[in-house]
């Protein structure tokens, strides 16, 4: 049986652009031999650390934007029904495994570390979107903490050559935006100009590898597929990816050393939402209203769910299941063997 990414692959479905067509062609890049992976981005990124802010962070928040190296190299992923916004691992951790098992892992005890410095409710900038709350990271801040606290003492534990660094980012940003009177395709690309100068920043750190991950089908959350009028809508999520491609292919030709991977996941997603039973996913249209009960994977019954959680797309209003991030992260793993050298 072909594995997921062939099986999209052959039904024609696009999982990933690299770059558009002329563009320079990557510089090297192997999978088998990336050791570490720096995430950043917003709760379908984030895991939950030992220094951490609770349900938001793996370390830190704005109110707490320092940190020494000992808090860096001593904090944990931690892993249980509330260390993600998934109830479970999510893509992160599925693809690097680390954090996977319950309980505690250091990065350092990971065959291929996950760094992830993504904030649970993260936009761009508050330059235009409001924080979610007072402690809230947006990811210009993400990269400004890692930059002043993160990097100084990472760049000691780990090769910049065999790093991966993931940006998943935009999910809070077309949705709090998208009642506003402006010119959307417009807004989104000052947005990802915003975003491409703190990959500018990281770039400066001596990173070579990116990982950019594009805007799920948000159109088609339970609230959205309830309305006529869903918010963000299908055309605004197009204009976002668009957006996010020609930037990731600009930064891509302006630094000619780098490898610039685009991850599909918006189609990647799609197919699965379209096709579920393929999947093992029985519900698409709505989530279980006891996801966040203690006692939910095996009494998922007596909160009028007819079948567990990994059955569902959406784990809750917003979030997609862990189900569906180990589907998402099987996809995207064969993508970067294919791309591998």
Request: net charge negative.
């Amino acid at each position: 049986m072909p594995a997921l990414w062939q099986y999209l692959a052959i039904a024609g479905i696009r999982t990933v652009s690299a770059f558009p067509p002329g563009s320079p062609q990557k510089k090297g890049f192997d999978w088998d031999s990336t050791r570490y992976l720096i995430a950043f981005g917003d709760s379908y990124t984030y895991v939950q650390g030992t220094h951490g802010h609770q349900n938001y962070s793996f370390i830190g928040d704005l109110q707490n934007f320092e940190y020494d190296a000992e808090t860096l190299l001593a904090d944990k992923i931690v892993q249980n029904q509330t260390a993600t916004a998934e109830g479970g691992p999510n893509w992160v951790e599925y693809l690097t495994g680390c954090g996977l098992k319950e309980g505690l892992t250091s990065p350092f005890d990971c065959e291929r570390q996950l760094w992830d410095f993504a904030f649970a409710g993260s936009d761009i900038s508050v330059a235009y979107t409001p924080l979610h709350h007072n402690y809230t990271v947006s990811l210009v801040n993400q990269v400004t903490q890692f930059t002043t606290y993160g990097q100084p003492v990472l760049s000691q534990h780990i090769s910049a050559p065999q790093t991966l660094v993931a940006i998943w980012i935009g999910i809070n940003d077309i949705g709090d935006s998208a009642k506003y009177a402006v010119d959307f395709p417009a807004f989104y690309d000052t947005l990802l100009t915003t975003l491409f100068a703190s990959v500018q920043e990281i770039y400066g750190q001596g990173y070579r590898s990116y990982l950019f991950v594009n805007l799920p089908p948000l159109d088609r959350t339970p609230g959205n597929q309830a309305t006529s009028q869903p918010y963000p809508n299908a055309t605004q999520i197009a204009w976002y990816n668009d957006a996010l491609a020609q930037h990731a292919a600009a930064f891509h030709r302006n630094h000619t050393d780098t490898n610039v991977h685009l991850f599909d996941a918006h189609s990647v997603l799609s197919e699965i939402m379209d096709h579920p039973a393929k999947y093992g996913i029985v519900n698409t249209t709505n989530f279980c209203a006891g996801y966040d009960q203690p006692d939910i994977a095996w009494n998922y019954r007596s909160y009028s769910c007819p079948t567990p959680l990994e059955e569902y797309f959406w784990f809750n209003s917003g979030h997609l299941t862990s189900h569906v991030h180990k589907i998402l992260a099987g996809v995207l793993k064969g993508e970067l063997k294919k791309w591998s050298t």
